[in-house]
């Protein structure tokens, strides 16, 4: 129980921080000052934000991104581990018994350590199988994941057209690729350090870029979407034993 607690209690100041740093967002972007130049033909519209002798322009996509990271790390560190670590050169240990071991061999045995205890085993665990299928459908009703061997960018008619087809997928197969999607954003920000792109379903410009991960509805907000997970995922941590 104690245990339970200070988990529960960690959750919720992390999200205290995170829901202070989006209101801090807000005041930013309320006194911002915007300037607009010509670039190759086109009005460009630049931030123009300075707080106590500051220069804050930009800022609200850091901010962007650190939340995204947060709320995405507390979803994978919400859930107990299911299966006690071991490492790489352990299982590979216990797994091989030939001397001369194919190729095709250690490949698989990587697949199938990956599954067993991957980084993002969890988190894939927490879309397709722990949330409600009420949030499930919202989440792939919502977000389109896009091809990642793109390599030309999409008019607007396959846009259309890679819509209705995703719509027609099963919902868990969606959630496995929107899960492995949204994880992929949180190591990119982790390994590069990239800022935040949460991309809707329209955007400006008769192309989309092929580097776009995901496409969302206007209507979604991913970081709401994120903390229903989250709140899902306390609730379960509230009702169980221990």
Request: net charge positive; aromatic share 12%.
């Amino acid at each position: 129980m104690k245990i339970k607690k200070i988990r529960l209690r960690r959750i919720v100041e992390m999200l205290d921080f995170a829901d202070h740093l989006m209101n801090f967002n807000e005041y930013l972007k309320s006194i911002s000052k915007p300037t607009i130049r010509i670039k190759n033909g086109k009005c460009v519209v630049k931030d123009n934000i300075h707080f106590n002798e500051h220069d804050y322009s930009g800022c609200e996509f850091d901010i962007e991104a650190f939340v995204y990271y947060t709320y995405v790390s507390v979803i994978d560190t919400s859930m107990a581990k299911s299966a006690t670590y071991v490492s790489t050169k352990s299982f590979f240990e216990m797994s091989i018994h030939e001397v001369n071991t194919t190729k095709a061999k250690v490949l698989t045995l990587c697949d199938e350590y990956n599954k067993i205890y991957g980084l993002s085993r969890n988190f894939k665990e927490v879309f397709t199988t722990r949330i409600s299928y009420e949030l499930q459908e919202k989440f792939a009703n919502g977000i389109m994941v896009l091809s990642d061997e793109r390599k030309t960018g999409y008019a607007k008619a396959e846009i259309d057209k890679c819509w209705a087809e995703w719509q027609k997928k099963d919902v868990k197969d969606r959630m496995k690729k929107i899960a492995s999607c949204l994880y992929s954003i949180r190591s990119s920000y982790t390994h590069s350090n990239i800022r935040s792109f949460i991309p809707s379903y329209c955007w400006d410009g008769e192309t989309l870029s092929h580097n776009t991960k995901y496409l969302m509805q206007n209507d979604m907000d991913l970081l709401e979407m994120l903390k229903s997970v989250i709140c899902e995922l306390c609730e379960e941590l509230l009702s169980s034993k221990g």
